[in-house]
């Protein structure tokens, strides 16, 4: 499944992980799951308004990546953000209230769905503009390197968005000044509403990068210890002064492109053989019962997962809308 670039080393078989591992994935993708299933919800009662993409299957790639990456590596992504701001450590609540367009939320209810930041804890949008996470990740990696800090930038976007030009112009820089920066494609196959085999000719994203002398894989974006394990050597590569990687993440959204989109472009069976075969979160729960961990801890452990997903609605829905004078802040630099 994977693809060599110039001067890249195969992608690892994939590694166990310890029931330690396991259990911090579970956790990590039962919150995303949970919360996105919660988000959907707000906005069918009208709390959520404006647009709202939800990452629901996709959960193994940010938690994979986010597995990988040392403390203080930066993230950048796409408009389908809720799961990468929860795996960089967002407050729940913030995140939740921000959908809400809520005072407390983190971009002070004026951003919404797409647009949400955390300096704090590195994490850098969030962005409505397809294709835009490539060059604002690049443009992170390049302060990387003129700090000599050590820190890589991981920038994730979608297989619709890999057929932008800004990312190739990116991929061209980020090659030339050999840049620390992982770029993440992740390939739910149907970009907003197209199946990539209608819109790429080349479907084979990992060798997007080729021209460019840029090593690229592609990885099973459905299993959290591949992703991890790909991840891992990427950033390797990328911390070495070798400059930028291409992953590219085979997943699989399970809900349509955003809340207004009923996906009649692919079967309910496909759907359904996607969840019963591939689910990430279910693989690790077959994984952990097989180690010998007790269905009723697992059940505690999704339990509080939507104990802290309901304080999170709780939160938005209580919180009040911003004030006026919101509008004539943050407006200049």
């Not at 994977?2 to 994939?14: M, T």
């Not at 990885?219 to 070798?242: F, H, N, P, Q, Y």
């Amino acid at each position: 499944m994977a693809n060599e670039g110039d001067g890249a080393s195969a992608v690892p078989s994939v590694p166990n992980f310890t029931r330690d591992e396991e259990l911090h994935a579970l956790r990590q993708m039962l919150l995303i799951r949970r919360f996105e299933e919660k988000a959907g919800q707000l906005y069918g009662m009208g709390v959520v308004a404006g647009f709202c993409h939800l990452y629901i299957g996709q959960e193994a790639v940010v938690v994979g990546a986010k597995m990988a990456a040392r403390e203080g590596d930066e993230f950048t992504t796409s408009y389908r953000d809720h799961g990468h701001m929860l795996a960089s450590g967002m407050d729940p609540r913030g995140v939740m209230a921000e959908l809400a367009g809520k005072r407390g939320g983190y971009s002070k209810g004026k951003g919404g769905s797409m647009h949400m930041f955390s300096r704090e804890k590195n994490f850098f949008g969030g962005h409505g503009i397809v294709g835009a996470p490539a060059p604002i990740g690049a443009g992170i990696a390049l302060a990387n390197a003129y700090r000599g800090d050590g820190k890589a930038s991981l920038t994730f976007f979608g297989e619709g968005a890999a057929n932008q030009g800004q990312v190739y112009e990116t991929f061209n820089m980020a090659a030339l000044w050999k840049l620390p920066v992982l770029f993440i494609v992740e390939n739910n196959h149907y970009a907003m509403g197209t199946s990539l085999t209608r819109a790429a000719a080349q479907t084979d994203f990992a060798m997007r990068g080729a021209a460019f002398g840029i090593p690229g894989h592609q990885v099973d974006g459905m299993d959290v210890r591949a992703v991890r394990a790909a991840t891992a050597e990427a950033l390797e590569w990328c911390r070495s002064g070798k400059g930028p990687y291409l992953l590219e993440a085979q997943t699989y959204r399970y809900r349509g492109h955003s809340m207004s989109d009923p996906a009649k472009y692919r079967s309910k069976e496909e759907v359904q053989k996607m969840r019963e075969e591939h689910d990430p979160i279910e693989q690790v729960r077959l994984r952990l019962l097989a180690d010998g961990v007790n269905e009723d801890e697992l059940k505690k452990i999704d339990a509080n997962v939507r104990k802290i997903v309901a304080d999170a609605a709780d939160f938005a829905m209580g919180d009040k809308e911003p004030d006026p004078s919101e509008l004539y802040t943050d407006v200049l630099a």
